[in-house]
């Protein structure tokens, strides 16, 4: 019965981008960790389960962080007068060596998996570094948490620091395999996901070792793809046979299909690359405080979530400099705004709700049925106090929702749950 | 010697807007609320003043917000789907009908009062409402705050709603004298400004009759300008004369010269009232949050900066919907990568010390010598704890400061000071 219960609140939630579902003082079950839905009224068949009333607080799902770095956590808001190559040469890199030491690692990841742990965040996907070690002891950390996260051990053999770069494909895909080998199946909330740091730093011959592990393992994907001109500009001169970016990864069997990808930015997709991603089900990481750090630009997030292609938001810590998944809703909406007033009038700005949908449900597809509290969904909520928000009228459910994306802290989440289990619970808990 | 001590901690001030000072282990001087500077060491002559050692953490000007309406307030974060002028009529007019009910002026602007206090803000120019009740009892809640802050009550004559539109020009003008008469010089640290609230709101005869009202009480002023593309077409067919929106101002006397004007956003200024801004010294107050979430656009403030004209940052509560200057300068910086981006590639970004000039020395200027610990300024500052920001490698102070701007919380904020009172002091306080 651990995992069965009723939450009594304000309950919010997405069921497409457009339909933001509210239920006022209502009951969200939860049975063996996954929801049964939401009601007005106790239904008679879950008379019986334990109550749990949270007042007049708001129960949102749990947020869903498509993309962000562990080793740079520590490195948030710090070289952000950079562009993308010359930040990693210049701040990413030097901090990712240090996870070489293992008391380093130790004290820099348990720093990160507690403010992870803190965050409405309850599912991420997660870059480490090539060390495989400390990969391992984050792996530890994260599922001590009890999130749900895919964690990778970063490949890079090419046009990397010496002491970042694997010594060749073989090397870098026999470790990979090893790390694999221990990893998988041996947490419970945590999976080793395929991690190709990103097109420039990666041989073919790499990168076809790794299309053949996620075969064999049946693993998912994640990576980099025009992000930022610089990059791309370099991507053209190193595959020039390919026909996109993206195409340069799919030729490897490392954008979607069979096991999921998720590709971070798609800042400067061209429309192949964005029809490719389309017919692959390739998932978009939209990382808008990323891109506008490192000068990247602004992501058509309008355009690919018209067209139907999974997207979910990432922090990308520390590209983005905050944790907050509601901080990136908050700047998916404010960029998508300058967007249309300065690049192209013809994509509308992302609303509240279509923003809450990124953060919730849209990265949720990535894990499954997550991001929602509709049946059949895998029971993660967030309870949030937003008492410090009110006004002295009173406030409809939504407006509630637009204030808490813009404006919550982490203080303000009281109780969090992954798959039915309390995570978190926080001090004037109800 | 209530006013008159030292404080030892990381002090750090800006000179320029490109010099940042950082004195780490240093005593800044407070002698009678007046700064004497900060030294390494005691100075002889300083030997008896008590000294507060605020340990490890950063000591920095108290911040300065140039541009804000009080009684949006409670609308931070809503209805930021609309622009400028569709928002006015949805949003903040009808919010601002309310402030005729005293009972709910007092409770939303004791809120405010409160959230203004335990902010980093040590001064701020403020707009009320056309209310004149509930504009002096703003103005004593905040003068109870020990903040210095210019407050206005708003005029406006003309394109507004009924019930916030003054009958005609005479009686505004009647109404403001009397509010002057009775507010200048009753306050400690709360000061009356002139605030026509923009140039559609209020007729050729209010302005003129404003400017005859500053100068006879030699009064400062505060307005909108050149915000959005809308407003601008609508100034261009309502003062068809005036060779800019600034000009339309400048013609009343409402645009600097003898007593300082600060013009909220310039966004889409010409470059004749660029040159107008310059002639007269008029203050622009920089609210890059308020433009980018009312679709506003991205002000040049590179180009401000860079030719002198004097300028500070306004969260523009509620068209900016963090209450907070140190988001208001993150954005700052994050909005001027994009405009370079998107728009002009011929303006740089602004730096974190360029930020952290306009949020303190910069918008202080407004307030005579204001926003910096040299010899002569007012004795305004904030303690930050910012240990939840710390590294398990040694950062330097202005790595610190970077992540203060882009990562602290009201919460981090343990002492704050104006004029060398004491004004707020948080649990843990040093």
């Not at 939401?38 to 019986?48: A, D, K």
């Not at 070289?79 to 070489?100: C, H, I, N, Q």
């Not at 620091?161 to 080998?181: G, K, Q, S, V, Y």
Request: net charge negative; charged share 25%; glycine share 8%.
């Amino acid at each position: 019965m651990e995992r069965s219960f009723l939450l009594r609140g304000n309950v919010i939630w997405s069921e497409t981008p457009r339909k933001l579902a509210a239920a006022p003082r209502s009951y969200a079950v939860c049975l063996d960790g996954v929801s049964m839905g939401v009601f007005p009224e106790i239904p008679e068949r879950y008379r019986n389960l334990p109550l749990l009333d949270c007042g007049d607080s708001l129960i949102l799902p749990g947020l869903v962080d498509l993309h962000l770095h562990a080793p740079q956590y520590h490195n948030r808001a710090l070289g952000l007068d950079l562009e993308l190559l010359e930040w990693l040469g210049r701040v990413t890199y030097p901090e990712e060596t240090r996870f070489s030491d293992s008391a380093y690692a130790e004290r820099a990841y348990s720093d990160f998996a507690q403010a992870l742990k803190q965050s409405a965040t309850t599912r991420a996907c997660i870059y480490a570094t090539v060390h495989t070690e400390a990969t391992r002891r984050l792996m530890e950390l994260l599922d001590e948490t009890g999130l749900c996260c895919f964690v990778g051990r970063v490949n890079m053999d090419r046009n990397a620091p010496d002491n970042l770069c694997e010594a060749d494909a073989e090397t870098a895909l026999r470790e990979t395999e090893r790390w694999i080998e221990d990893t998988l199946g041996r947490y419970r909330n945590v999976k080793p996901i395929l991690t190709p740091r990103f097109l420039p730093a990666c041989s073919e011959k790499l990168l076809a070792g790794l299309g053949a592990l996620r075969e064999k393992y049946r693993l998912p994907v994640q990576s980099h793809l025009s992000e930022n001109t610089g990059e791309v500009a370099w991507v053209k001169q190193l595959a020039p046979d390919s026909q996109s970016y993206g195409h340069a990864y799919d030729r490897f069997g490392l954008f979607g299909g069979d096991y999921p990808a998720v590709m971070a930015h798609c800042v400067h997709s061209t429309p192949e690359e964005i029809d490719l991603m389309e017919r692959r089900g390739v998932f978009i990481a939209h990382c808008p405080q990323s891109n506008t750090n490192l000068g990247s630009g602004i992501a058509p997030a309008r355009l690919y979530l018209d067209r139907g292609i999974p997207m979910g938001l990432g922090t990308d810590i520390s590209g983005g400099h905050s944790l907050s998944v509601f901080r990136t809703a908050e700047e998916a909406i404010s960029v998508s705004k300058l967007r249309r007033r300065l690049l192209d009038d013809s994509l509308r700005p992302l609303t509240a709700p279509e923003a809450f949908y990124l953060a919730t449900k849209g990265g949720g597809a990535f894990f499954g049925k997550a991001g929602s509290f509709e049946e059949g969904y895998r029971f993660d909520a967030v309870v949030i106090d937003d008492g410090r928000l009110a006004a002295p009228r009173e406030l409809t459910l939504s407006e509630r929702l637009e204030k808490v994306l813009f404006l919550s802290e982490d203080r303000d989440i009281r109780l969090k749950y992954v798959d039915g289990l309390c995570v978190l619970q926080q001090e004037e808990a109800v």
